[in-house]
């Protein structure tokens, strides 16, 4: 059974980079579409980007300029970065398996709160 | 940009039947943009339930379905529980990998 958990500073500091790490227990890496989706409170899903093990990415257009999503295939784990914060990158951080021949995404992390702030 | 559209709540009785659905701010939802759905309660992950259009994710209930109904995808809870109330979500996927989230529709079971 694939499980999906998130890591990294609970507290980041504005106009500093948040960085998470999304390890995948249960299931290799190397198949499939992984990547990232956040939640501002009390607001809805946002798509961030996705990652395939190959290095081939998409980002979210409105995010691109700030966003990295990295993958590490020996230690199963993929990564965000994401620059230059603001208030307005506070948010809950979902990693995600994204299955892209079926358009859905099948497995969820618990999701890891980042806030921004000084 | 695209715009997925969502009720922003609903109500439904318990035991009643509600539709959600989820449109494009211009054109049309088709299968081709593989609409799928998740269900969210309060401080929890998402979870799946529908995708390509009707398919039913691995253990959730029968009143849960997915369809097409004339421009927009929808999703129909027949015979809602109060354990139902959740928000709800529709996703579609633009087949360039880009993935884009409706903002939600807050279903209250009362």
């Known amino acids: 059974q694939v499980q999906l958990q998130e890591s990294g500073p609970g507290l980041v500091k504005p106009s500093e980079t948040l960085s998470l790490t999304c390890t995948v227990s249960g299931y290799s890496i190397s198949s499939y579409y992984w990547g990232w989706i956040r939640q501002p409170p009390g607001k809805g899903l946002e798509w961030i980007g996705s990652i395939h093990h190959s290095g081939s990415t998409y980002y979210n257009p409105s995010l691109k300029s700030r966003v990295t999503i990295s993958v590490d295939t020996s230690k199963n784990q993929f990564s965000l970065k994401v620059n230059s914060v603001t208030a307005a990158d506070t948010a809950v951080y979902y990693c995600?398996?994204?299955?892209?021949?079926?358009?859905?995404?099948?497995?969820w992390g618990q999701g890891t709160l980042v806030t921004v702030s000084s | 940009q695209t715009v997925v559209t969502q009720e922003p709540s609903f109500s439904v009785s318990p035991g009643g039947t509600v539709i959600l659905t989820c449109g494009l701010s211009?054109?049309?939802?088709?299968?081709?943009?593989?609409p799928s759905w998740y269900q969210q309660t309060p401080g929890q992950a998402p979870r799946t339930l529908i995708y390509t259009t009707s398919t039913r994710s691995s253990g959730v209930p029968d009143r849960f379905s997915g369809s097409i109904l004339g421009n927009k995808a929808a999703l129909t809870i027949t015979g809602a529980q109060a354990d139902d109330e959740s928000d709800y979500y529709c996703?579609?996927?633009?087949?360039?990998?880009?993935?884009?989230f409706g903002g939600g529709t807050k279903l209250t079971v009362l």
């Open positions: 996703v579609l996927y633009m087949s360039s990998g880009i993935w884009v």
């Open positions: 995600a398996r994204f299955y892209l021949d079926r358009g859905v995404i099948t497995t």
């Open positions: 211009s054109g049309s939802v088709s299968p081709s943009y593989y």
